[in-house]
């Protein structure tokens, strides 16, 4: 009788992500995933139909992982400042921690998957930040009249541009870059200010 | 689900395009002994995955052979 190995399960998933990362979707083989996981392609295919299906699971699961890092000692009850912080710790210590897991989001949701895995993963994160919005509009903590994607750059952009100078080790003029407490704190208020009314 | 894993049979295949795909499906879709089954045609073995509880491997090599493409047990 088969059995499934948990352990196999997880070189075979950690795999993909990189395979995904260095090679992208066309690029991606479940022959070259099976051989570099020490596996044979049948034992592969026992696990997931095909190759579609495969990439589907691995951005569900990175999704959810992203989604329960960003709950993380988060609620839509927090004053927005407070809150926003909070996302803003969250991310950061997410994208440093999890690079593989972060370039690999990154390629599946600017693909043809993107409609399914995010809407599969990141359900209850919308809603809880849809309730964070709400609260923060009732509050006066945020100016109403503003899009999604003008709040989200200007929400997440700044710390996204730090940490993108923080994992090349440098800025763009090639100065070396430390991403540290104050200067995060720096670009945290001038976010605060731009967003509160 | 931990039960599922033994009802698979793997196949290598030369089921190349959709048109290929097409010429076996009716066959494949209308076997009452054939639980699901899919052809991932995007891999370079062109992998036929079948879950049957009664069927053996012998028996799905024959039905594919009989159409005129060929078809080998994948080893585990």
């Known amino acids: 009788m088969r059995t499934r190995d948990t352990n196999k399960e997880e070189i075979v998933k950690l795999n993909a992500i990189r395979l995904l990362v260095e090679k992208g979707i066309e690029g991606f083989s479940m022959n070259r995933l099976a051989k570099e996981s020490k596996i044979s392609v049948a034992t592969l295919y026992i696990y997931y139909s095909d190759k579609e299906e495969l990439i589907k699971k691995i951005g569900i699961e990175i999704g959810k992982r992203f989604f329960d890092e960003m709950a993380k000692d988060f609620s839509p009850a ?8 909070k996302q803003w710790e969250n991310r950061s210590r997410h994208t440093q921690e999890n690079p593989l897991d972060v370039s690999c989001w990154e390629v599946l949701t600017h693909s043809s998957y993107a409609e399914e895995i995010l809407e599969e993963s990141l359900q209850n994160f919308k809603i809880i930040m849809g309730q964070f919005f709400k609260n923060a509009v009732e509050r006066k903590e ?30 763009f003029g090639g100065e070396p870059f430390k991403l540290n407490k104050e200067i995060t704190n720096e670009a945290f208020e001038l976010v605060l200010k731009a967003l509160t009314p | 689900m931990e039960n599922e894993i033994n009802n698979i049979l793997i196949f290598g295949t030369n089921i190349k395009t959709e048109k290929d795909k097409n010429s076996i499906s009716p066959i494949l879709d209308a076997h009452p002994e054939i639980h699901q089954w899919n052809i991932d045609l995007e891999d370079i073995d062109s992998v036929l995955r ?6 053996n491997a012998e028996q799905i090599i024959k039905l594919i ?4 493409y060929k078809c080998s047990e994948l080893s585990e």
């Open chain 1, 78 to 85: 927090m004053s927005f400042k407070e809150g926003l912080y």
């Open chain 1, 142 to 171: 945020l100016i109403p009249t503003i899009s999604k994607e003008v709040f989200w750059s200007v929400a997440y952009g700044p710390l996204y541009s730090l940490l993108r100078f923080e994992r090349d080790g440098k800025n």
């Open chain 2, 50 to 55: 079948i879950e049957s509880e009664t069927l």
């Open chain 2, 65 to 68: 052979t009989e159409q005129d």
